[in-house]
């Protein structure tokens, strides 16, 4: 059974840090690259950050660049993210994205395979 499970969102305060993991099985994780997805309510969802499946090609979106940072082991399974400086416009439900056929650059949710049920993070202003 394939399952994705987010942690480590929360309500914080704007400049605050967090960090997110995503622990991955019922696949072959390192076969696939790995992606960070958010959403807000009325709006699109983004693929903001990816990570190649062997960790060594990364994307950020110009919104998280510089403050976000995106990793992986592969041999924990475990996606990470490490937000610091955020603000309330990163408020949003944070999904862990399996990807596949990634060439690098913008995440493709078209080219994603399985999702995790998403973790929310609250930035106060």
């Known amino acids: 059974q394939v399952q994705l499970a987010e942690s480590g969102g929360g309500l914080v305060p704007s400049g605050w840090s967090l960090r997110l993991s995503c622990t991955a099985s019922g696949f072959i994780f390192d076969s696939y690259a790995m992606g960070w997805f958010r959403q807000v309510p009325g709006k699109d969802r983004e693929g903001f950050s990816c990570i190649s499946s062997q960790g060594s090609s990364t994307y950020y979106a110009d919104s998280v660049k510089a403050r976000l940072t995106i990793s992986r082991d592969n041999g924990k399974r475990t996606l990470y993210l490490q937000m610091n400086g955020l603000k309330p416009e990163d408020t949003a439900l944070y999904y862990c994205?399996?990807?596949?056929?990634?060439?690098?650059?913008?995440?493709?949710?078209?080219?994603?395979?399985?999702w995790g049920q998403g973790t929310q993070v609250t930035v106060s202003s």
């Open positions: 994205v399996a990807i596949y056929a990634y060439g690098g650059g913008p995440c493709d949710a078209r080219k994603s395979r399985y």
